[in-house]
């Protein structure tokens, strides 16, 4: 069993308090993404994990060992990091194997492992190249190679797709996904990008300074969203989220409502206004409208809308879409 707990946990960089008292669990054989802002604590907390950063205060435990002051090589992890960090004058097998080599396994196992770990990545044909002769995505693969042949108990990704173009992204998070299926290990993945977490996550667990602001699977947090900023972190675009009287008509502070869930139509009306942009992509419009009663609203309308900017549209709700937030953010349900 690999479970990871973090009981108490804090960091501090000198009078300054990056990580306040943290309580999380990521489950066993999990895949679970951190993610929130720049600046959020995110990455911090994936490198105490990992032994990198030290603890202020507080407990990490995995597979109910605690490794809170245990050294990076004896807490069981492997960590893929945003820079490949392949060994340029070394082949593919090379640097999968390097840490096995370093730790004196034997070389028919070192073989074994690393053969194992390139037919599960695909890497089988590429055993011999340099990395210079690889593109981006198999590059990453041979990192990910590399924490593997280590059979950790835990995978730590830190963005290892942010260097990848829109399209290969796509890609890696389908293979990331399928690998996991395959190990069926706990992996604790880190990201700002919402889309990333959405896609692979088992578990998402949404932080805010330091903060964790909600915990759950990916669908629970795009329909039931404990506060505003999860709303509207979660979700692209993001929710509308409109104030004064439309709130008011329903209870709240403020009434949030996602661009899907609006569409073009005068029954049970909730906003009106002038289209102001629209973006055509196909499948998809998405509409930005200035409404004088709630600002700027963004609608996501399906197939290609003739829209006008500059024509007047009127919004209505699907039912029981609405989510209503008290003054400090905090959800009352939905409408």
């Keep these: ?23 999380l669990t990521i489950p066993d ?23 990198l950063e030290e603890v202020t205060s507080g407990q990490i435990t995995i597979g109910g060992e605690d490794v809170t002051d245990a050294d990076p090589a004896k807490r069981g992890i492997a960590m893929v ?22 730790a004196k396994t034997p070389k028919d196992e070192i073989r074994t492992r690393v053969k194992e770990a390139a037919a599960i990545l695909q890497l089988e044909d590429y055993l011999d190249r340099k990395p210079k002769a690889l593109s981006g995505g198999q590059r990453q693969r041979v990192a990910i190679g590399r924490a593997i042949v280590r059979q950790p108990k835990v995978f730590l990704f830190d963005e290892p797709l942010s260097n990848l173009d829109a399209a290969l ?10 690998l996991h ?36 699977a990916p669908l629970d947090l795009y329909n ?9 972190f979660i979700g692209m675009p993001k929710m509308n989220l409109l104030n004064g009287a439309t709130a008011a008509r329903f209870g709240g502070d403020k009434v949030g409502v996602r661009p899907e869930h609006l569409e073009i139509s005068s029954d049970n009306p909730i906003v009106s206004g ?25 609608v996501r309308l399906d197939g290609s809308h003739p829209l006008q900017r500059g024509s007047e549209i009127t919004l209505s709700p699907r039912p029981g879409c609405l989510r209503i937030f008290d003054a400090n953010g905090q959800s009352l349900g939905a409408a």
């Design 1 to 23: 069993m690999a479970e990871v707990r973090l009981n108490n946990l804090t960091k501090s960089y000198g009078g300054v308090e990056v990580i306040p008292p943290l309580d």
């Design 29 to 51: 054989k999990s895949f679970s993404v951190l993610v929130g802002p720049s600046g959020c604590g995110k990455s911090t907390l994936l490198r105490m994990v990992a032994g």
């Design 81 to 102: 990091f945003q820079s490949y960090a392949l060994y340029p004058h070394m082949s593919v097998a090379d640097n999968i194997g390097f840490a096995l080599k370093l």
């Design 169 to 178: 992204r796509a890609q890696m998070r389908v293979e990331l996904a399928e």
């Design 181 to 216: 299926e395959k190990l069926g290990a706990t992996m604790i993945y880190v990201t700002h990008d919402q889309v990333e977490a959405m896609t692979m996550a088992d578990q998402i667990v949404v932080l805010k300074k330091g903060e964790v602001q909600q915990v759950g």
């Design 224 to 232: 039931t969203p404990e506060n505003t900023f999860v709303a509207e």
């Design 274 to 298: 002038e289209v102001v942009h629209a973006e055509y992509l196909g499948a998809d419009t998405i509409a930005h409208v200035q409404s004088a009663e709630a600002g700027r609203v963004v």
